[in-house]
Each structure stands twice: as C-alpha cells, then as structure tokens.
C-alpha cells in the first residue's frame, strides 16, 4: 500500500474537522464584516492561482442557475477545478446510495464541498460526515447562507452601511430561505424590518423569535404600497411553488405581489430593489430600467462573495 493510499484511509479514524458554512449565524458578526471585505477584494484583485491544486465538488440534488454557475465561475477564477452534478439523477443516488455514503465518498475526493439539496438540514448532516468542509447552497425551506452573503455584501456596497437600515421583505416569507437568513444577518446590524406576505405566508416565527431577541422593530403588513416610501432595501422574493403541497393553495397566492415601476413613485432616493432571482412575475420587467432596479449586479455580486467564501473555507484568506 503507498503511503498516500494509507493517507486517504487513515482519514475515516480521525474526528472531523472542518469549519463548514451551513446557516449564516455560523458566522459572528466581524466574520460577516470580514468577508464583505474580502469580497470587495476579489472584485479588484483576481487571484487566478489561489485555488490551484484544489479540486471542488459542487453538488446540486435541486435545480439552480446562479448559485451553481456563480460558484464555478468563482471556482474557474480563482484557478481551482470542478467535479460534481447539476442533476442528482445522473448520480447514484437514483440506485438508492445515502447521502451519508455519497457525502462520505466525495469527501474523499474534493477539497470542499458546495452542495443544495431540497430536504431541510441536509447540508448539516452532510457536513457531519464529510471529512472536509460543505458549503450550504441551499436546503429546503431552511437556509441559503452564501446568497445571504452575497445579499449584504449587496446592501452594503448600495446603501454605504448595514447598519440602521430599514429593509422590506416582500412574498413567500414562509418558505423563502433567503429572507430566514437574512433577518438573522440584519439582526446584528439595527435593522427595522417590514415584512410583507399574504396571511398564509408569513414568516416563521423562528425569524420573529429571532428580531425579538435582539430587540429590533418590526411591522408584519399585507400591502406592499404602505411599506415602498419607508424604506431603504426593498426585498422582493417569488412565491416558492415547489414548497406547496397543496396546488390549489399556491394558485391563490401567487399573484399576492406584483411590482411596477410606478409604485416606486416616491420611494426614499437611495432604495435599491433586490430579489435572489428567479422572478416569475413579482417584478414586472418595467422596473428593470429604473435605476433603484439592483437584482443583476446583485446576482454578478455572487461570484465575488462566492470566491471569498471559497477561500475563507479554505483557509487560504
Ligand atoms: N438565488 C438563487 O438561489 O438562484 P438559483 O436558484 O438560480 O441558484
């Protein structure tokens, strides 16, 4: 047996050790500072070595456009390699392997592991048996820590500050991922907050609990027209028709918010509309030419977070 064989063996018997991303409040507050930084870097400084000899496994066992291509553009930029799937069906998981086994082997061939996958505490478990760290790309209805990421690095280079901000966040609160994480981030940063959403989609009180914790104002309301001219981040979201299990229920809801350009008529000078994209049809393409319109430099924001993201991981930042 060579020395590296017994290498790659002896990893089963030694404790996991690895600082994974799996929910945004992993991350403390100066860290969430820090990698805005670091994100700005990469945006001025491209590192097309610093993931040289390192190979990445991005595993998506739900669909994806940005985040999936966002990370592999952040991969390719920084000279790192790729393996992995964009559709669990070609993995053999359609066989019937576990996600422990799958986690467990792929480990074993990657440096790091981006991973999304539908079922809510998936990445948790999996960073529980990876021998190297997972980044969660999204699971289920739970978290999307890295577009969190991207999202206040977003708000910060738009607004000068996180801090003191009121932000609306506007549709499917109940299932919408991003906007869990994102009140967790703004909680450390003063944030008022309007959350907007029909009676059967309103935030989970989790998230409440959580504004509550930190002793910040919130407003929960159902019509958008009474949240624009307050506030500073208007936060749109689709409604998540994969979440509903019942059909009927998500074709009543999912008109509930339909921005126009003209309802910004009056906003504050410095909103900006944001959205983690894909939209359906909760921003109407018109306010696309309106310079308060951020959702595409947001979602171009993602690969500068995500190469910061790659490279604190990793420990090479
Ligand atoms: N924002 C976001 O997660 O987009 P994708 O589903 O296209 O990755």
Redesign the pocket.
């Given at each position: 047996m060579t020395k590296a064989t017994i290498f790659r063996w002896s990893l089963f018997f030694y404790p996991i050790m690895n600082k994974s991303l799996i929910s945004i409040t992993d991350y403390s507050k100066e860290e969430l500072l820090q990698l805005i930084d670091l994100a700005y870097y990469f945006e001025s400084h491209p590192e097309p070595e610093l993931l040289k000899n390192k190979i990445i496994a991005s595993l998506f066992f739900e669909?994806?456009?940005?985040?999936?291509l966002s990370f592999e553009t952040a991969i390719q930029r920084l000279g790192g390699r790729i393996i992995g799937f964009a559709d669990a069906s070609v993995s053999s998981t359609q066989k019937g392997e576990s996600l422990r086994d799958t986690i467990m082997t792929i480990s074993l061939y990657a440096d790091l592991i981006v991973m999304r996958h539908p079922i809510e505490g998936a990445a948790r478990f999996a960073s529980e048996v990876s021998r190297v760290p997972i980044i969660n790309a999204?699971d289920g209805a739970n978290q999307?820590p890295t577009?969190c990421m991207l999202d206040l690095f977003s708000i910060k280079k738009t607004q000068g500050t996180l801090e003191n901000l009121k932000i609306a966040l506007v549709g499917d609160l109940k299932y919408g991922r991003?906007t869990h994480s994102l009140v967790q981030a703004m909680s450390n940063f003063n944030a008022t907050f309007y959350l907007v959403s029909p009676e059967e989609l309103r935030m989970p009180a989790s998230s409440i609990q959580t504004i509550k914790d930190h002793n910040l104002k919130y407003y929960e309301m159902k019509n958008l027209e009474d949240a624009i001219p307050e506030v500073d981040i208007l936060y749109m979201t689709r409604i998540q028709r994969e979440r509903f299990a019942d059909p009927l229920e998500y074709e009543r809801v999912k008109n509930s918010y339909i921005l126009h350009n003209h309802m910004l008529d009056g906003s504050k000078d410095n909103l900006k509309v944001l959205h983690?994209?894909?939209r359906v049809n909760e921003i109407n393409i018109d306010v696309d030419k309106n310079p308060k319109a951020y959702y595409f430099q947001q979602a171009l924001n993602g690969v500068y977070m995500r190469e910061a993201l790659l490279a604190h991981t990793l420990g090479l930042k």
């Open positions: 669909p994806s456009t940005r985040t999936r999204g999307h577009q991003t983690p994209l894909p």
